[in-house]
Nanobody, 124 residues
Framework: QVQLVESGGGLVQAGGSLRLSCAAS????????MGWFRQAPGKEREFVAA????????YFANSVKGRFTISRDNAKNTVYLQMNSLKPEDTAVYYC????WGLGTDVKDEYDYWGQGTQVTVSS
């Protein structure tokens, strides 16, 4: 069982930056791949980024590539999403998720555990 708690969301102007954190409970965090997804009002939840259990591999949606980075600290049971050059279309609730397979994927159904989400609002 893994419990995930996101933090770091807020209101930022376009062009600004935010860093989201996702703290995980459980001794097996380091064996999970971690992902970030987002959901805007009236839209489906979509993939943002993922990182493998080791941190050696990462994946990004085309819409955020070059602007967002994902990292993890297995000693702190935490995964981060650094978001730079934010745009109004990045406004959404951001969720972190854990995938027991460990390699990372953009398929949300592959994830076993989800956090409650943190709101990110980018003003123009």
């Amino acid at each position: 069982q893994v419990q995930l708690v996101e933090s770091g969301g807020g209101l930022v102007q376009a062009g600004g930056s935010l860093r989201l954190s996702c703290a995980a409970s459980g001794r097996t965090f380091s064996s999970y791949a971690m992902g970030w997804f987002r959901q805007a009002p009236g839209k489906e939840r979509e993939f943002v980024a993922a990182i493998s259990w080791s941190g050696r591999s990462s994946y990004f949606a085309n819409s955020v590539k070059g602007r967002f980075t994902i990292s993890r600290d297995n000693a702190k049971n935490t995964v981060y999403l650094q978001m730079n050059s934010l745009k109004p279309e990045d406004t959404a609730v951001y969720y972190c998720a854990a995938d027991s397979w460990g390699l990372g994927t953009d398929v949300k159904d592959e994830y076993d555990y989800w956090g409650q989400g943190t709101q990110v609002t980018v003003s123009s």
